[in-house]
């Protein structure tokens, strides 16, 4: 069974299409990475699939149509990290991280042992743990990233929406980034949807790639069915070479003054 | 006050739930201001003779205080609802302040934000300018329309910010408070400069004052501010995960919208109470909640409550310089709460490692 269906999704801002009848199933388990050029909509089929922007067309997640669903159930479902999630000043890591059990508590309740419980796993899990104390606003850009991973983690859903998770970052933390997330999605079964805008670290952690581009997807698949050189060249307008290095695909841009051979 | 603790692992130190010890503090801070309130007045009753009279209150005690049944009166109506007017209004004026703090994420946010002062205002001065302030029969009309213009500018704000785009955000709310308060103290002004001879009584009105507190007046304000307090305390937890912004805290299953409106609603509703019976009393709102904040942390679980007990023992208290500096005469309250309030704030501002959020 597809876990999360989104069936002819439009959006539209005035005249502009930013979603044009969009569809897209994923399975259980899977990891999938939305990728394409600045614009394409890759970020707005997230939030829309994540049920936090109003569109027209279905989703449906577990079966269960998204519009029928309580703000609480959604969250309980699925949990969504932005781009560049707000980071309230003065408030402590650990703090942070409790906010994620929302949607497990009830209208007037207040955390309880369990969910201390779950957060010191997860903070552990994170390398959080000695960090508990310190306000957001005195952590490293790897360090608060880890925090919001840790805190998608909390809600405990069986599906996460990550948009562009490894965006300002090192190439070390960008990879300690993606690590922790196929690490988790191994150990807690979780379905995971990213969007990414380096297409050799996408190919090399996902399982499927959708490309977008002007809000219609272009291509679906594998990512060595959808790294197809002339395919990039064209939507992306540049030079583009996909090459094989130790069976991982490397994608680079290339002038073509020092074409390599 | 709080400090940050050490590399505790514990997770429970994590949930920013007040503890007993701070609810304590805030309690003795409301028991002392009131106790110094209650034993000083121009009437110059005996302390130890107030005491004893408190005391003989207290369930199998009896004590004779020696105080005349004049002075037990002086006590009793005037003093203790006074004392009694004044937290409430003060912790009213306070969480209000707070809560609009939280939901607008905008540290600048005092409870007369979306208009309640100038429609408060505009009531009071209608009031006093039509002679109805001298009240018909025994009925004060100041008060009544006070809390309709309140409640009125607030509404007027509300409507206009919600239609004035798709977007809905806090924004076009502020910039809708900031339009409706000036057209509103325009009108108010213009009432004001037709009838010159108000113009004490109206100015006396605007500056703040518990100087006709009875305990008719604290019945009035007591329901509003004891469901206003309660309907913000509830959302607590939610406020902390508002401050996530509107896409994140609806992620984990809030409805940012909803949680504003009622919010607002309930601290309108408490704001437009207290300044109907104590004029405009300025800088409460927004000095207690920064002062908590600075001293004990930005999480709204720990701002609101405390900001509660604090804005009550601090208002009894600049109640009590306000009629006991210049006595007999009574400095207003606003004067008092910004003269004393500013400096300190900005001390408390310069000397704190926190940051306000």
Known sequence: ?261 | MRLLRDGSRDASTFSDNLRVSEYLIGFAAIIAAAGAALLTGPAGIEKTGVLAELLDQVPFVSIDSGLSSIQKNILWQIRLPRVVLGALVGATLAVSGASYQAVFRNPLADPYLLGAAAGAGLGATVAIVTGSGDGIGTFDLVPLLAFVGALIAVALTYSLGYSSGTQRSPAALLLAGVAVASFLTAIQTFIQQQNVDTIRQVYSWILGRLTTASWDEVSLLAPYALVSTLLILVYRRALDVMRLGDVEASSVGIRPQLVRLVVICAASLGTAAAVAVSGLIAFVGLIVPHTVRLLAGASNRIVLPLSILFGAAFLVLVDLLGRSLASPAEIPLGVITAFCGAPFFVVLLRSSKRTLG
């Open chain 1, 1 to 261: 069974m597809n876990f999360c269906v989104a069936e002819e999704v439009v959006v539209r801002v005035g005249e502009k299409s930013i979603l044009d009848r969009v569809s897209v199933s994923i399975e259980p388990g899977e990891w999938v990475s939305v990728v394409g050029p600045n614009g394409a909509g890759k970020t707005t089929l997230l939030s829309v699939m994540a049920g936090l922007r109003a569109a027209s067309g279905k989703i449906f997640i577990g079966g269960r149509d998204l519009k029928e669903l309580s703000s609480r159930e959604r969250a309980r479902l699925l949990a969504y990290v932005p781009q560049h999630p707000e980071i309230p000043p003065g408030m402590r890591v650990g703090s942070y991280v409790l906010l994620g059990r929302t949607p497990h508590l009830s209208f007037l309740g207040m955390e309880g042992p369990e969910d201390f419980r779950l957060v010191e796993q997860v903070l552990e899990q994170f390398d959080l743990a000695t960090l508990g104390q310190r306000t957001l606003d005195s952590l490293s850009g790897g360090e608060l990233q880890r925090c919001h991973l840790a805190r998608a983690i909390a809600q405990a859903t069986p599906i996460i929406f990550f948009d562009e998770p490894t965006a300002a970052l090192d190439l070390g933390h960008q990879q300690q980034a993606l690590e922790r997330i196929r690490r988790l999605r191994e150990e807690h079964q979780v379905t995971v949807v990213t969007t990414m805008h380096d297409l050799t670290l996408a190919s090399q952690y996902c399982d499927r790639m959708i490309l977008m581009s002007e809000g219609q997807i272009a291509a679906d698949g594998t990512p060595s069915e959808v790294l197809d050189p002339d395919r990039l060249s064209d939507l992306y307008g540049a030079h583009v070479k996909v090459l094989n290095v130790d069976d991982h695909l490397v994608v680079i841009p290339v002038v073509e003054r020092y074409e390599l051979g």
